[in-house]
């Protein structure tokens, strides 16, 4: 499936901050959940930074991402326990897939939230898949205006989370990614499914 991110995956993994961002994802994901041996959607994975780096510790991972290049340069990883997915995730994509059948222990999203059209609704779609008691992580670019298409403000995060019936949520600001544009923080958002 091709769509506007096939323009960055030739040379998305020799970009230094999608490495950095990938290790600071990671390191907070351990500093808040043992991962060893779950099950793991990695959802909008690119060309799988931090599937990379989840991998020698999970179970397996399903990786989806829109992109067809994106995926194309994951597949390349030849990572032994992870599975591949070019489409759109959405409610006929989960009926019709065997990688979707079974729900997860772990869904991760690294910079992926702030750019669907719909948030909330995937939000609710996302946590459908889970287990119970399986967590949903995602890190995005921390905005006070949630007017702007850049990133997603914590307010908005904590009321989507509310209403879509996760539960020990948590919504911090464990980074912050120094660019040409500045410094930027990150939020990262965690909830459980009761
Ligand atoms: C900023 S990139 C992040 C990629 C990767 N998670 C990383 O941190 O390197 C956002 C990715 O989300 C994917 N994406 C956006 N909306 C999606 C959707 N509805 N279903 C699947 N992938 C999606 C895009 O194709 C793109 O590769």
């Known amino acids: 499936m091709s769509n506007e991110w096939d323009e960055y995956a030739e040379n998305w993994d020799v970009d ?3 490495e950095e961002y990938a290790k600071n994802a990671f390191a907070t994901l ?9 099950t793991v959607l990695d959802f909008g994975c690119g060309t799988g930074a931090l599937t990379q780096l989840m991998s020698p510790t999970v179970k397996s991972i399903v990786a989806i991402d829109a992109s067809s290049e ?4 994951l597949n390349k990883k030849a990572l032994n326990n992870v599975s591949s997915i070019s489409d759109y995730l959405s409610e006929e994509l989960v009926q019709s897939r065997p990688e979707l059948a079974n729900k997860f222990d772990l869904i991760v999203a690294s910079s992926v939230c702030a750019f669907l059209p719909d948030y909330e609704a995937t939000l609710s779609l996302l946590k459908s898949q889970l287990k119970e008691g399986g967590m949903f992580v995602q890190w995005d670019w921390l905005s006070n205006d949630d007017s702007s298409n850049i990133g997603l403000s914590e307010k908005r995060v904590k009321q989507a989370f509310l209403a879509s019936g996760f539960v020990n949520t948590r919504v911090n600001s464990p980074f912050i990614m120094s660019s040409s544009k500045g410094n930027m923080p990150v939020l990262m958002a965690i909830g459980e499914n009761a």
């Open 16 to 18: 230094p901050t999608v």
């Open 30 to 38: 351990l500093d808040n959940i043992n991962i060893d041996d779950l």
């Open 70 to 73: 994106m995926i194309k340069h």
